[in-house]
């Protein structure tokens, strides 16, 4: 069935420094691919997302490319901020469930100081 | 506002009295679900609701149910809860498709003694 795999965490960065948090999946056909975001004591809000091969989704400062070849949809920021310290999920949504279930990772938690 | 309202969201129950979570979405969505969050073992889904009077089981529905007798509503019941279902619960919509994400409540910590 339909996985996605992320990096462990936490992963501790200084203000201002380059966020790279990995992802792969194991998905038959084209699924859909989301980056969500879970910050102390709140609910997952979607971050950015990309449907088919090639396509970069962006949002806040955060890019992901839907890489095909090989599996993955990495999450990068240039600069990050004090205030994106959270825990990050990232998610697919395959043909494998008729593209109905959103399959997450385990999340990796992100620790900026300033 | 566009949003999925849970309540309670903060719980405290003591084993094997019933109790329910109360779901609702404001954005017309056709499709439903329920997590379960849990330290090590990220979100798992618990049902999931296509439209009205469809729901379906997720991977973890052992101890719960649901019913979808309105678009809007998904409420999750607890008939005889225990205190490994202790957890944090998220109710989530989207309309039907595969390029559409979720819409998360905020979530629901349910404490069982």
């Known amino acids: 069935g339909d996985s996605v795999t992320q990096m462990e965490g936490p992963v501790t960065l200084s203000e201002e420094a380059f966020l790279t948090i990995n992802c792969t999946y194991t998905?038959?056909?084209?699924?859909?691919l989301f980056w969500y975001v879970q910050y102390p004591g709140e609910g997952l809000q979607l971050l950015l997302k990309a449907t088919k091969a090639d396509d970069k989704g962006s949002n806040k400062g955060f890019e992901a490319t839907y890489r095909k070849e090989t599996t993955s949809f990495h999450l990068e920021k240039g600069s990050v901020q004090v205030s994106d310290s959270a825990v990050y999920f990232c998610?697919?949504?395959?043909?494998?469930?008729?593209?109905?279930?959103?399959?997450f990772g385990t999340g990796t938690r992100l620790l900026v100081s300033p | 506002e566009a949003q999925v309202t849970q309540n309670p969201r903060y719980l405290i129950t003591v084993t094997g009295k019933k109790l329910t979570v109360t779901c609702s979405q404001n954005m017309n969505h056709e499709y439903m679900s329920w997590y379960r969050q849990d330290p090590g073992l990220g979100l798992r889904q618990i049902y999931y609701?296509?439209?009205?009077?469809?729901?379906d089981k997720g991977d973890v529905p052992e101890g719960y149910k649901v019913s979808r007798k309105e678009k809007r509503n998904f409420p999750l019941i607890l008939e005889s809860p225990s205190p490994n279902q202790t957890s944090l619960y998220f109710c989530?919509?989207?309309?039907?498709?595969?390029?559409?994400?979720?819409?998360f409540g905020s979530g629901t910590r349910l404490t069982v003694v």
């Open positions: 998610a697919l949504r395959g043909s494998d469930t008729g593209f109905q279930k959103l399959v």
């Open positions: 609701s296509m439209n009205v009077e469809v729901t």
């Open positions: 998905a038959t056909g084209y699924p859909s």
């Open positions: 989530a919509s989207s309309l039907q498709g595969p390029g559409y994400g979720y819409t």
